[in-house]
Nanobody
């Protein structure tokens, strides 16, 4: 089992940047595919980005491609989401998720979740 704790959210103006971190504890971090999802009020949880276990392949939602970058540091048991050129529509609670299998873009495939961190982008 793995425990996930997100940090780095906050309030930022449109066009600004934030970096989210997700610290993992428990079993071997490198055995987990990691992902970020987000959920805005009244909307379903949606995929943002994911990174594979071994070959560090990355995947992005079309809405964030070119603006967000996911990365991981297996030595620090941490996954990051660097967000740039932020837009008001990026406002949501951002969740880190982990699964002991190949990457998936579906939130139902992830067994482990953090508590979420709020990102608010003002116009």
């Amino acid at each position: 089992q793995v425990q996930l704790v997100e940090s780095g959210g906050g309030l930022v103006q449109a066009g600004g940047s934030l970096r989210l971190s997700c610290a993992a504890s428990g079993r071997t971090f490198s055995s987990y595919s990691m992902a970020w999802f987000r959920q805005a009020p009244g909307k379903e949880r949606e995929f943002v980005a994911a990174i594979s276990r071994k070959f560090i392949t990355t995947y992005y939602a079309d809405s964030v491609k070119g603006r967000f970058t996911i990365s991981r540091d297996n030595a620090k048991n941490t996954v990051y989401l660097q967000m740039t050129s932020l837009k008001p529509e990026d406002t949501a609670v951002y969740y880190c998720a982990a699964r002991e299998s190949i990457v998936s873009q579906s939130f139902v495939d992830y067994a482990y979740w953090g508590q979420g961190t709020q990102v608010t982008v003002s116009s």
